[in-house]
């Protein structure tokens, strides 16, 4: 009798507080949530605010949603960090195919917009008045983001490359900082015979964006896409530059003068910063990057622009970037492209914000060309203004390139191939062909007309 | 060997010291060779070893952690890293334990309650389709739950409930597991008889639940009690789908957050000693609940027996 | 007499109300987060869906496409091998330190049980972390490359196990506890050491827990699935998106949004579990406490 009520009583009491934390939980917390299921924006009546629901990952992102909030006053945002990157897209997605749950304004990679966009659910941002900021971004990133007169997405950063070396080791092995990939080989056999065990990069096989870049720099035009001109795809992964670049790499990675560490891993930030890895092929938010995770090596680095193909030409390529776009399950498009067109735009105080706290690189041209940004003198750098001497001329010479709508499934085949051969020593190229080759029959099996 | 029956008288132990201890229930035992303590030693080392990295890591900032080997010591930043833990992002760290905390309190008590319940139907209480729902039980949970998951967030979300406390408590209610300890416990503990004493008696079956089946059952319940706590705290595949409000967040997924912010490269947010400060503080409370309820869950197994 | 039969009859009305009560809360949970799911999920398997077109109604040409499909085969295969290690590791491993501290008698073991026990507590996606750093080729203590290969499946099976070991090692202990003491006397008495006991009489005597480990260990090890998601970005050249048959039902379904093909493989996953744990229910059917 007795265990029976001492259970009852422990029960009892556990019931009640739960219920009463559950009543609490619902009620709601700071002004960031927005309770259950809703789908969007809520417009409080008769006060005239509009809040608007943002999902994005941009790190130290709250000190930018404050300065919105502050200087909007019938605008509010209410951001929520729902993922970084495959997370994000995961809830976008079956927030989509549910039809609730979406937000109004989300963060989107441009590698992924043409993925999302292929949901239709969209909103053109044309219709509100977006085209008016065209004139504002480098013209490849608008094309990401639009089509036509459509604009499905405003840029917001984007990752232009370039070569960060260690000055400190090339003047110590009396090496000279390479301007094409011919040089780039050399200057690594040097560096290898002075020091065996350095390399003169790192490839990180694992990254879909990095190689895309690299293809992006050395010409390649992997997919030719709009989505204007469904249901068709050019699909040439494999096409001579993209074929150069693999076998560029294969031979470099072979030679043992590139290592084959993932990237992001703690192997990765360990040669960083112990001086295994003499450059660092860089984006845009690299320096700031390199600056996070390898500061024992402050002052030893430079910046210097990608080697190229031929010598004295200007051919860039981009690693990642973003953007924000609107989703037809906003109840406030209007004001949802508002938010999206203003919360970073070309306003300096949000790009200070950016520039110092995420080391963003922008897309907004008055943003490049602003001295704060572009002759950032940068104490890691040795006090060079990598923005200025590099990333910025890079991110005037980035050309126009396509994505896919399936951009995961590539990525994820890319990626599974070429670090096959780096495992099974067998050739990139090979690795490169299989790929086109799956990619193409998935693009088929799916519905699209392919050329390639 | 021997024949072993009940039979077999009951003979004082010749062999080998042996002490009765409190809870041991005057089992004879050896005192152990020394390779078993060997084998034993060497596996206590294994099982703590990752432990031991992560209180070591979690004294080292970043620049440590690239630079410096697992398993010992590098730079001592072990009160800055707990401080930015608190107080990242406003501090959104404590919101997401007291959410693990919230969501393992209520739904290991309403897991164990549900599990319970059937599984003591299925023992000891006749009923139509008794059986059949119990022999599809375990088949049923072999299809894997990523199949489900669609399908749960389209119902929750008709139902209103996706990105809410519910959409995380209501699916961890449902243990199949659970219920299967229950049904065992529950034949090998409560004896027909005095079921049938008690319904002769005209007592009836809730009281009889209360009163005669559930302090029998008390080990069992405490058992499935700890098992369903876990488990709700550990909880993550589901809580990642279906919450986008980060004020939600279990640890769990949080953590997870933060991790992927964090490798996702563009962007500059080198949160990696967060996450390994925020992961020992995870593990803490749980851990430390089972050194400190070690009487009662230690108690509850032993008194079981699972035939 | 027919006082006893009314009192039988009441009886029994009762115990069918109170326990088709009691049974209601699990059976509505059921239905909601198990079967409408399932349901749900199987009708999807039925339609194909394309990424330009809609849905097509084409009964069971998923699951032939599954089948055929080289990524799905592949994943089987290697799941199946993974089952078959690590099943009899993990449950060694259980089973042999239940064992141990069965019959040893010292303060250490209780500290040892907790030490096995811990490892349950950690959050999987926390595990995976701790080990992943541990793994590392030029900080971990290994200094080798664990995740490239064949190594990788051992690797992370070795996750699974210290993460799993000590909660089965509970579930048969407490057997172990509770076997009758005249039993246990009697084999003493009998001359048998406690290796003999152990082999000759407790195992049998625990059979149908371990029964019950060994089958959740079967599932547990075909739907392998978050050490491999959770470790990926260090290896994707070897930790692929069809890694494992789970793992590829996932990217399907929330990376490439094919929903209907992800829920095809899924319930062919689930028809491999169902085969591979029956197969050995079928062999242990003597010993089994679950018919």
């Known amino acids: ?452 | 060997m021997t024949t072993l029956t009940k039979d077999s008288p009951i003979s004082i132990p010749s062999r080998g010291r042996h002490s009765r201890r409190e809870g041991d229930l005057g089992r004879p035992r050896g005192p152990g060779s020394v390779l078993s303590y060997a084998v034993l030693i060497l596996m206590f080392g294994y099982f703590l070893l990752p432990f031991w990295w992560i209180l070591v890591a979690s004294t080292k900032s970043n620049d440590s952690l690239f630079s410096s080997p697992a398993l010992w010591f590098g730079d001592n930043g072990l009160i800055d890293n707990l401080r930015e833990v608190f107080t990242f992002n406003d501090g959104i760290y404590l919101r997401w334990m007291l959410n693990s905390a919230f969501y393992a309190a209520v739904g290991g008590v309403g897991a164990t309650v549900v599990s319970a319940l059937a599984g003591y139907a299925f023992a000891k209480l006749r009923f139509p389709g008794r059986n059949l729902l119990f022999n599809v039980l375990l088949g049923l949970i072999m299809v894997p739950a990523t199949a489900l998951v669609l399908p749960t967030y389209l119902l929750l979300s008709r139902a209103g409930l996706v990105d809410s406390i519910w959409a995380v408590i209501l699916p961890t209610l449902l243990n199949p597991f659970g219920v299967y300890l229950f049904r065992v416990y529950a034949n090998d503990m409560v004896p027909e008889e005095m079921l049938e004493a008690a319904r002769i008696d005209g007592a009836s079956e809730l009281r009889i639940f209360r009163s005669v089946a559930l302090p029998v059952m008390r080990p069992a319940l405490v058992t499935v009690l700890l098992f369903s706590i876990v488990s709700t705290w550990n909880n993550f595949f589901l809580p990642l789908v279906m919450l986008s409000n980060d004020r939600l967040f279990p640890l769990t997924v949080g953590l997870r957050t933060w991790y992927r912010t964090a490798t996702i490269n563009s962007g500059a947010s080198v949160l990696f000693n967060l996450v390994i400060v925020g992961s020992l503080l995870a593990i803490v409370p749980l851990v430390a609940a089972f050194l400190l309820l070690q009487r009662y869950w230690q108690g509850g197994l032993t008194v079981g027996s699972i035939k | 007499m027919t006082g006893s039969v009314r009192t039988r009859r009441r009886s029994i009305h009762r115990q069918t109300g109170t326990g088709l009560l009691f049974v209601a809360p699990f059976t509505v949970l059921l239905v909601a987060f198990l079967l409408f799911p399932l349901g749900y999920a199987f009708k999807l398997s039925l339609y194909r869906s394309t990424l330009i077109g809609g849905d097509v109604f084409s009964g069971l040409g998923n699951y032939q496409d599954v089948w055929a499909d080289p990524e799905f085969r592949q994943g089987v295969v290697r799941v199946v091998i993974f089952g078959l290690v690590q099943t009899p590791v993990m449950i060694g491993v259980a089973l042999i330190a239940a064992l141990m501290i069965d019959a040893i008698t010292s303060r250490f073991t209780k500290f040892f049980r907790l030490a096995m026990f811990a490892p349950y507590a950690v959050p999987v996606a926390i595990g995976a972390l701790m080990w992943g750093y541990l793994y590392s080729p030029d900080l971990g203590p290994l200094h080798a490359d664990l995740l490239t290969g064949p190594l990788a499946l051992i690797s992370m099976g070795n996750i699974v196990t210290w993460q799993w070991a000590g909660y089965n090692m509970i579930i048969l202990y407490a057997a172990l506890q509770g076997l009758p003491r005249e039993v246990l006397e009697a084999s003493r008495v009998d001359g048998a050491g406690q290796l003999r006991t152990a082999i000759s009489v407790k195992i049998p005597m625990i059979s149908s827990a371990l029964v019950l480990t060994v089958i959740f260990t079967i599932i547990g090890t075909l739907q392998f699935f978050t050490e491999p998601l959770l470790l990926q970005p260090l290896n994707p050249g070897t930790i692929t998106n069809s890694y494992t048959p789970n793992i590829y039902a996932f990217y399907q379904a929330f990376s490439y949004q094919q929903y209907n093909y992800s829920a095809a493989v899924s319930f062919a996953l689930g028809a491999v579990v169902f085969v591979g744990s029956y197969l050995f229910l079928f062999f242990a059917r003597k010993r089994s406490g679950l018919q």
């Open chain 1, 1 to 452: 009798m007795g265990k029976q009520r001492r259970f009852s009583r422990s029960v009892a009491p556990a019931l009640i507080a739960s219920l009463a934390l559950t009543i609490a939980a619902c009620s709601g917390s700071s002004g960031g949530s927005n309770g259950s299921g809703d789908a969007g924006s809520t417009s409080a009546a008769g006060t005239g605010v509009t809040r608007i629901k943002v999902w994005a990952w941009y790190p130290e992102f709250k000190p930018v949603v404050d300065l919105f909030n502050s200087t909007h006053k019938n605008i509010q945002i209410d951001w929520t960090n729902a993922g970084a990157g495959g997370d994000e897209y995961t809830k976008l997605q079956t927030a989509l195919k549910a039809g609730k749950g979406a937000p109004d304004v989300v963060m989107l990679e441009f590698q992924e917009l043409p993925t999302i966009n292929l949901t239709k659910h969209l909103v053109d941002m044309g219709k509100y008045g977006a085209n008016s900021i065209k004139g504002n971004y480098v013209d490849w990133a608008w094309k990401q983001s639009t089509d036509g007169d459509k604009v499905y997405a405003i840029p917001v950063d984007a990752g232009p490359m370039g070569l960060l070396y260690r000055a400190d080791l090339f003047k110590k092995y009396g090496l000279t900082v390479p301007k094409t990939w011919d040089e780039f080989k050399t200057t690594g056999q040097a560096l290898k015979a002075k020091d065996p065990k350095a390399f003169i990069t790192d490839f990180g096989a694992n990254d879909g964006g990095f190689m895309h870049g690299l293809f992006w720099q050395g010409g390649a035009k992997p997919y030719t896409y709009s989505a204007s001109n469904l249901p068709n795809i050019g699909i040439t992964m494999n096409d001579p530059a993209a074929q150069k670049v693999m076998a560029y790499w294969d031979d470099l990675v072979k030679s043992g003068l590139a290592d084959t560490t993932s990237y992001g891993t703690t192997d990765f930030y360990n040669g960083l910063s112990t001086g295994k890895y003499a450059t660092y092929i860089a984006a845009g938010w690299g320096p700031g990057y390199l600056q996070s995770v390898a500061k024992k090596t402050a002052g030893k680095w430079r910046a210097a622009p990608m080697p190229q193909w031929t010598a004295g030409a200007d051919a860039q390529g981009d690693w990642g970037g973003s953007s924000f776009s609107v989703t037809d399950q906003s109840a406030h498009p209007k004001e949802a492209t508002q938010v999206a067109m203003e919360i970073f735009g070309s306003d300096k105080a949000a790009w200070k914000l950016g520039i110092d706290k995420a080391f963003l690189f922008p897309t907004s041209k008055p943003i490049l060309e602003w001295d704060y940004f572009r002759n950032k003198k940068w104490d890691f750098f040795g006090g060079q203004a990598v923005n200025g001497d590099v990333f910025v001329p890079a991110s005037e010479g980035v050309g126009i390139f396509d994505w896919t709508p399936f951009n995961d499934y590539v990525f994820g085949q890319l990626t599974a191939a070429v670090g096959q051969a780096v495992t099974k020593k067998t050739s990139f190229v090979d690795a490169l062909n299989s790929v086109q080759s799956t990619v193409s029959t998935y693009a088929q099996k799916q519905g699209f007309k392919v050329a390639s």
